[in-house]
């Protein structure tokens, strides 16, 4: 009986179950609020730059799973996304970078009070903050890109640079003499 | 970052759901955190209103809140009522277990929310399990033939279509 209900279309269609994709709807939007959240609040409550960007990539994954790649190349595509590690990444050397230049350790966020005009555990918190931003950023971009490369080939990238097939592969077979 | 322009009302409603969430969850209520709050809720609006959308019965239907309300109590019951079954079924030596898949056809749903309601409440049920949604038939797997006569007798899919429709 298990046969009958196993059509052709299952296995060469890209597979969509109503119920899967439905629940999704509605828990994706929930899930991003709740990675921000995560990121936001990091130096209040446990999470942090790492785990909210985590939580980040898997509403992506998500997306990916119930509605197939061209749904979430659509919102992110791969060029974002390796911009948007490197800006984390920036932003994170930036901060710290910038407490050494001006005359502290690295990452040493009260030097910054100064810049910001606010007392120095002002400065200490926003610049936890600052640093969770650009780390959850960094995490985001680098977790949605692998995941891409893992699944993804790059020639269904629909309004993306597909990557070009070398001339020679594409040259027709010489008839071996 | 090519998507859909949609009505700037589900924007709207959507920043409002995700508003309140974020409000929920958060705690701090000075400015500095409810700024970022708009910010990040304003950001997860622009990227997944296309995602989120809010259920339109066919009629008006003002208490359907309170209905699905009620209907989450009886599901609770047949939940209770049905693991109770699967106990008896499982820790008994003789493991009298049939396992099969059934079609059901649903008469009465119509739309993507009463099905997904539908196929989840079954699902949530032990002993049976929604495996597939194709139209109107609902590929269920059933652990003994007891359980796939009450599913055919459709008084879940009654209660699921009195809420919606």
């Known amino acids: 009986m298990i046969y009958s209900i196993l059509r052709e279309d299952m296995l060469t269609k890209v597979y969509e179950n109503l119920i899967v994709q439905t629940v999704c709807r509605i828990m994706i939007p929930f899930i991003q609020i709740y990675a921000l959240y995560v990121i936001a609040h990091g130096h209040y409550s446990p999470g942090g730059g790492f785990q909210g960007g985590v939580i980040l990539t898997a509403s992506l994954a998500l997306i990916f799973l119930a509605f197939g790649q061209g749904a979430v190349i659509r919102r992110i595509n791969r060029r974002f996304a390796i911009i948007l590690c490197a800006l984390g990444v920036f932003i994170y050397a930036g901060i710290g970078l910038l407490c050494l230049l001006l005359g502290g350790n690295f990452l040493d966020y009260a030097q910054l009070a100064p810049i910001l005009g606010v007392t120095i555990p002002r400065a200490r918190s926003l610049g936890i903050l600052g640093v969770e931003v650009g780390v959850g950023l960094a995490v985001m971009a680098a977790m949605y890109s692998i995941i891409l490369d893992i699944a993804g080939s790059p020639a269904t990238d629909n309004d993306q640079e597909s990557i070009p097939v070398p001339k020679d592969r594409t040259a027709p077979v010489e008839p071996v003499a | ?165």
């Open chain 2, 1 to 165: 970052m090519l998507l859909k322009k949609l009505p700037f009302t589900r924007y709207l409603t959507t920043f409002f759901y995700t508003f309140v969430f974020w409000l929920f969850l958060s705690g701090h209520y000075d400015i500095f955190h409810v700024t970022i709050g708009i910010l990040c809720c304003a950001g997860v609006s622009y990227v997944s209103t296309d995602l989120l959308f809010f259920y339109k019965a066919d009629k008006k239907r003002p208490f359907i809140v309170v209905e699905f309300f009620l209907y989450t109590f009886w599901l609770l019951f047949q939940i209770i009522i049905a693991n109770l079954q699967v106990a008896r079924l499982v820790l008994s030596p003789k493991l009298k277990i049939d396992p099969r898949i059934v079609v059901y056809k649903c008469r009465y749903l119509k739309g993507d929310v009463p099905k997904a309601t539908y196929g989840n409440s079954i699902t949530l049920t032990p002993g049976t399990v929604t495996l597939d949604i194709h139209g109107r038939d609902f590929y269920v797997h059933a652990l003994t033939p007891a359980f796939a006569k009450s599913l055919k007798t459709g008084t879940m899919e009654r209660k699921v279509a009195h809420i919606y429709h």
